[in-house]
C-alpha cells in the first residue's frame, strides 16, 4: 500500500516540476518583453524568475533560455553571451498573435 501511495506522490511531484518549467519560460519571455528594446543580463532574469518559481537556479535558467533560443523566440546579445532580447517570434507569442510551443506555460487568453 505505501508503495502505490509513493508513486502517486513522485507523479505530482514531476506534474509539479514540469508546471514549474512551463510558467520558468513564461515568465521569462514576459520579462524580457517588458524590457524591450534593451536586453537583459541572465541574472537579472533569474532574480524576476525566482520571484514566481523560488527554488530556480541560475543553471535551469540558462536552460530555459537556451530553451527559448532554440525554439528562436529570443536571441543572445553581446560577446559573452550572458544577455538575451527578445526576437519578433518570441514578441508574437507574448502578444497571443503566433501559437505558443508546448514547453512554455503561456495562460489562456480571456
Known sequence: MGTG???EKEKLRTA????CIR???WWILRC??????ATVH?????CFTQQVVHDA???EIRRHL??????????T??????????????????EYNAECPPGIGRPTRV
Open 66 to 75: 537556451d530553451y527559448l533560443a532554440k525554439c528562436g523566440l529570443v536571441s
Open 77 to 94: 546579445v553581446g560577446s559573452n553571451g550572458n544577455s538575451f532580447t527578445v526576437t519578433a517570434a518570441g514578441i508574437d507569442v507574448v
Open 32 to 37: 524580457l518583453d517588458v524590457a524591450r528594446p
Open 23 to 25: 510558467v520558468a519560460r
Open 57 to 59: 537556479t541560475l543553471k
Open 5 to 7: 501511495m509513493e508513486a
Open 42 to 46: 541572465e541574472e537579472v532574469l533569474a
Open 16 to 19: 509539479l516540476d514540469e508546471a
